[in-house]
């Protein structure tokens, strides 16, 4: 399932009770263009280092993030307003990946915040 947040909403209740229910929350800025976002996400979840840094392994690299055992994991991926309007077709590639691997894994839950 994915969470839109604006900027007008409550991020960090929103957040505050995601880790209030146990989820593993792993906040990954949004950058400003497509290498910007590949690498916030390499940094921000330690991605492996085969990782290419393009789309299909970033949709290879979220399938296998590991998590612990019992634990839901919860992407919020924050301050995506400026991507969303100087470079859409990449807010959209990804808001597209994250919601194709948050309904292949029982354990994901995605948040995306526009601020």
Not at 18 to 35: E, N, Q
């Amino acid at each position: 399932m994915t969470t839109f947040l604006g900027r007008y909403d409550e991020v960090d209740d929103h957040l505050i009770t995601l880790i209030g229910h146990g989820s593993d929350v792993r906040i990954v800025r949004a950058g400003v263009d497509k290498r910007t976002v590949l690498d916030e996400f390499a940094a921000a979840l330690d991605l492996p280092a085969w990782f290419g840094r393009n789309w299909d392994a970033l949709v290879d690299a979220l399938r296998g993030l590991p998590t612990e055992e019992g634990r839901r994991l919860e992407l919020v991926w924050d301050h995506t307003h400026e991507l969303r309007e100087t470079a859409p077709e990449t807010y959209a590639t990804v808001v597209d990946i994250l919601e194709q691997v948050a309904d292949e894994r029982d354990d994901l839950g995605v948040t995306v915040v526009d601020r």
